[in-house]
């Protein structure tokens, strides 16, 4: 952390340990400020350290793992499509729209069941079972599948899904708050908004990016750690839960 210094000196980094008077009001023109008791004479500043107060909030964009994204890489979501890689469009376009698979069953004009193993689906989707196996959690967990039954091994039926119409999509995803999307590479994933109130004598950016990343990735370690005390969770979606746990570890 950097202290602001008189005009014409080099910022000078705290010495000393930070937990002494961090959150206290810092004063200025005092003989006794935060800085003055954690640097030594030579090193205090005519002002302590910059408090924020009177700062309007500033939001931050973070992600499932905690990562913080800037707000120029940041897109709202227009249409379910946005919210697709080339591999889960293209699994859901092949899906969706395929004709020659009787287990494809219409229910309303906005959602389709279908019963599938990963081999079938693998051959449907023209991707690897591997590529499938990791594609149907992350299609779940954007809204774009439902899970309704597992497979029965004994004899031979895939587990069931239900599927949905891209408007269908759109509005499920808008339900759950799942509003905009930021581009990782190839991967899209959502993100989420966190105000942080402004502090006294602590950057903003700093409390603001622990904060955040601290609250958004407690809330998604907890989904996560349900689904892996759900007994009828897919082995699939288990994976993927450890995945996200593994990160915020």
Request: glycine share 4%.
């Amino acid at each position: 952390m950097l202290v602001s210094p008189t005009v014409g000196d080099t910022p000078t980094d705290l010495v000393g340990p930070l937990s002494v008077g961090l959150f206290e009001s810092p004063t200025v023109g005092e003989s006794t400020t935060v800085a003055q008791s954690i640097l030594s004479e030579e090193e205090k500043p005519t002002v302590a350290l910059t408090p924020t107060v009177g700062i309007s909030p500033s939001p931050v964009w973070i992600d499932s793992t905690g990562t913080v994204h800037e707000a120029r890489r940041v897109k709202r979501i227009q249409s379910a499509q946005d919210t697709m890689t080339l591999g889960e469009e293209r699994f859901y376009q092949s899906v969706w729209y395929a004709s020659a698979i009787s287990e494809l069953v219409e229910e309303t004009p906005h959602s389709k069941t279908f019963t599938l193993g990963y081999d079938r689906l693998a051959k449907l989707v023209r991707l690897d079972e591997k590529s499938v196996r990791l594609l149907i959690p992350k299609l779940i967990a954007k809204k774009i599948l439902d899970l309704l039954a597992n497979e029965v091994s004994a004899s031979r039926v895939g587990r069931t899904y239900r599927i949905f119409s891209l408007e269908k999509i759109l509005e499920r995803q808008r339900t759950a708050n799942l509003t905009h999307i930021v581009k990782k590479g190839r991967a899209v994933e959502f993100v989420s908004q966190v105000v942080v109130p402004p502090t006294v004598g602590v950057s903003p950016m700093t409390i603001e990016a622990a904060m955040a990343a601290a609250q958004w990735l407690e809330d998604e370690r907890r989904k996560q750690a349900l689904v892996l005390t759900d007994p009828d969770a897919p082995e699939a979606a288990r994976q993927w839960a450890r995945q996200v746990l593994a990160k915020g570890a």
